[in-house]
């Protein structure tokens, strides 16, 4: 796994590549992520299961030992505004790998940094042997901007683990309606990165609205961002302190004590592929609403979720829907929803349909120097140009390194075996259990 994403970052993204590896580790697959350093943050980290994060400033000559070292055989990347997934899987075509590409996000087609990014993606895809979105939405958005056969994307969802996400074991059985007295609150849940991107804007001027509308509604925010000045401004000019607790970043393992302190979780994202959030959320047995945009319609029934337009006064018209519905009593018990995201987004499945992906790539055939720059030269002029020079530029430090520092110089890693660890973590505890007795 190669991806600017990972931890000790927090989102959707870096929880979804530690999940899925966690999976393939389970699975007795050798799995490692490569991810890009932070000040002092580099080297080799181990994580749960064993999982090995290689921390680096990328270069050819380290990710060539890498890849040797560990015994690579494809390299999956994530995100298409992660520069290291592109360079890493970019190098790895130089070794002869097999790559597979995930792209979590939509992306326009106008602005400056859209164009720039989307030539790219369609100049890295033209390589990539198979490509993952995360929805139907996320498809056709992947397909028109890199320009990607859509026989070679696979739609595959973020799934959520279930065991974890959960109501309250006080969560009631069944939902009656119910008047919200003087002492009595319904708190919002807000988790998300606050950024533009996430709708915080619309958040912010929603907010007094929906405070002098229901004088039982109480916010609360988690999250970290350029735009929560925005938030604090507004909270303080309509002196709502004691309504809007800001909570800040939180940690991965405190997501799920945060989303059960709530009865509602929004979401206002302007733009979203898929929305893992909304799913944990779910899972806890919360009531949820969202922006209707991008691949969100998809990832849940009509029954758990209320839609809104991507404005304030939509937001506002949402949000007061979903309480006045949970008022009289016309939503779904919180164990009854859990279920049914436990149904939907199972991690057996989700993994079954990635691990086919990977055996599909197998079959095919190892890409020649030749060909890959017979399909960059099918580009614009410059675009073809450039990466004829740096794939030249690749091949030729893979000669010079593969002379200097041949592979059989490179000692292979030692393999970590997690079904050997937890069969002798299982055996110390039962000579634990027999000296105690």
């Known amino acids: 796994m190669a991806s600017d994403f990972f931890y000790p970052n927090i989102g959707g993204v870096e929880s979804h590549i530690y999940q899925l590896a966690q999976c393939l580790l389970k699975k007795g697959h050798k799995v490692i992520v490569i991810t890009h350093a932070y000040d002092d943050r580099r080297g080799i980290r181990y994580m749960t299961s064993g999982l090995k994060v290689i921390i680096y400033h990328s270069c050819f000559p380290i990710v060539r030992y890498i890849l040797i070292r560990e015994r690579i055989e494809i390299v999956h990347g994530h995100s298409a505004f992660s520069a ?3 360079e890493v899987m970019f190098h790895a075509k130089t070794l002869g790998l097999k790559t597979v590409f995930t792209d979590h996000s939509l992306f326009g087609f106008a602005d400056a940094s859209a164009i720039i990014t989307n030539k790219l993606l369609k100049v890295m895809l033209s390589v990539c042997n198979r490509v993952i979105c ?23 969802p973020h799934p959520v683990d279930t065991d974890i ?4 074991s006080t969560s009631p059985d069944v939902i009656s309606a119910k008047e919200f007295g003087p002492n009595e609150k319904l708190t919002i849940v807000v988790l998300s990165r606050l950024v533009y991107r996430k709708g915080i804007d619309l958040l912010a001027a929603v907010i007094p609205q929906i405070c002098h509308q229901f004088p039982f509604v109480q916010f609360l925010i988690g999250g970290e961002g350029p735009k929560r000045i925005t938030i604090e401004e507004i909270v303080e000019r309509n002196s709502l302190q004691s309504r809007v607790k800001l909570l800040g970043h939180i940690n991965p393992e405190k997501v799920r004590d945060v989303m059960v302190q709530g009865e509602i979780f929004l979401n206002c994202s302007l733009t979203e592929a898929f929305c893992i959030a909304i799913i944990e959320a779910a899972a806890c047995g919360l009531q949820i609403i969202s922006t209707k945009v991008g691949g969100i319609p998809e990832v849940l029934p009509e029954e758990l979720i209320w839609f809104a337009e991507p404005s304030v006064e939509g937001i506002f018209k949402g949000i007061s829907k979903a309480i006045n519905d949970r008022i009289e009593g016309r ?20 993994l079954s349909r990635i691990l086919k992906v990977y055996d599909s790539v197998q079959s095919d055939p190892i890409e020649t120097i030749d060909d890959r720059m017979r399909k960059f030269w099918n580009f614009d002029l410059a675009t073809g140009i450039f990466f004829l020079f740096i ?8 000669n010079f390194y593969s002379f200097f520092v041949p592979i059989e110089s490179i000692d292979i890693a030692p393999e970590f075996d997690y079904n050997k660890l937890m069969s002798r973590n299982k055996n110390n505890e039962n000579n634990s259990n027999e000296n105690k007795e």
Request: aromatic share 12%.
């Open 391 to 398: 794939t030249v530029v690749c091949h030729f430090l893979y």
């Open 84 to 86: 290291l997934a592109h």
């Open 331 to 350: 939503i779904i018990a919180p164990k009854k929803a859990h279920d049914m995201v436990k149904s939907f987004y199972q991690w057996d499945d989700i």
């Open 165 to 168: 996400f959960r109501p309250l």
């Open 134 to 156: 995360v929805s139907h939405t996320g498809k056709e958005n992947t397909a028109l901007r890199a320009g990607v056969s859509p026989n070679r994307i696979f739609v595959i």
